[in-house]
């Protein structure tokens, strides 16, 4: 699979379950949350929330915010993609106006 094609759900099993040989059940215990949102993260139907984020990032001694910033990018990548053809016909400031904006 390749690293555009790749979920938030992967990333954490790819990263962190597998390769610590922990269980979904064991995270969600851990973490004290309901299992239900650790497999929902893995499925793809559930987003990383900042309740989920802070509580990972202290298990897994992340800077908080850590996976929410990895989720974000996982969807900055695909959207970019997928918008590529929109993006390629929206002109720069410069192009538009003549001129560098400041902002």
Avoid: W
């Amino acid at each position: 699979m390749s690293e555009l094609e790749l979920t938030m759900g992967e990333y954490l099993v790819e990263g962190y379950l597998e390769p610590l040989e922990l269980s979904q059940n064991a995270l969600a215990r851990a973490i004290n949350v309901p299992v239900g949102r650790i497999n929902e993260i893995i499925r793809g139907t559930r987003k990383i929330t900042i309740d989920t984020d802070l509580r990972l990032c202290k298990f897994f001694e992340k800077t908080d915010g850590f996976f929410l910033s990895i989720q974000e990018e996982i969807e900055r990548r695909k959207l970019k993609i997928n918008l590529a053809k929109e993006l390629q016909h929206i002109p720069t400031y410069t192009e538009r106006f003549g001129k560098v904006s400041h902002a």
